[in-house]
């Protein structure tokens, strides 16, 4: 597994976007992301995956990154492709 990039909370919030999440809101200092799956059955219960993504001048830190990405259900390697 290749290892996280040092990145902005406007980078990663960017990257998500180009993944299909949509930004919802944003209360304080942080954008709260939602993306919806739709499900084979196609029953109306469709899957609703969320993140928070803290707002900071200066990069993130790694653990909240890899936080971030564990929410997202997005792997490493699909995220740096996305950047």
Same mark, same amino acid.
């Given at each position: 597994?290749?290892?996280?990039?040092?990145?902005?909370? #406007?980078?990663?919030?960017? *990257?998500?976007?180009?993944?299909?999440? %949509?930004?919802?809101?944003?209360?304080?200092?942080?954008?709260?992301?939602?993306?919806?799956? *739709?499900? #084979?059955? @196609?029953?109306? @219960?469709?899957?609703?995956?969320?993140? %928070?993504?803290?707002?900071? #001048? #200066? @990069?993130? *830190?790694?653990?909240?990154?890899?936080?971030?990405?564990?929410? *997202?259900?997005?792997? %490493?390697?699909?995220?740096?492709? @996305?950047?």
């Amino acid at each position: 597994m290749p290892k996280l990039p040092r990145v902005s909370s #406007k980078e990663t919030i960017k *990257a998500l976007e180009r993944l299909g999440f %949509v930004q919802i809101r944003q209360k304080g200092s942080h954008v709260i992301l939602k993306k919806i799956i *739709a499900t #084979k059955e @196609n029953d109306g @219960n469709d899957l609703e995956i969320g993140c %928070v993504v803290p707002v900071q #001048k #200066k @990069n993130l *830190a790694i653990g909240t990154l890899k936080n971030i990405l564990n929410q *997202a259900g997005i792997s %490493v390697v699909k995220f740096i492709d @996305n950047l």
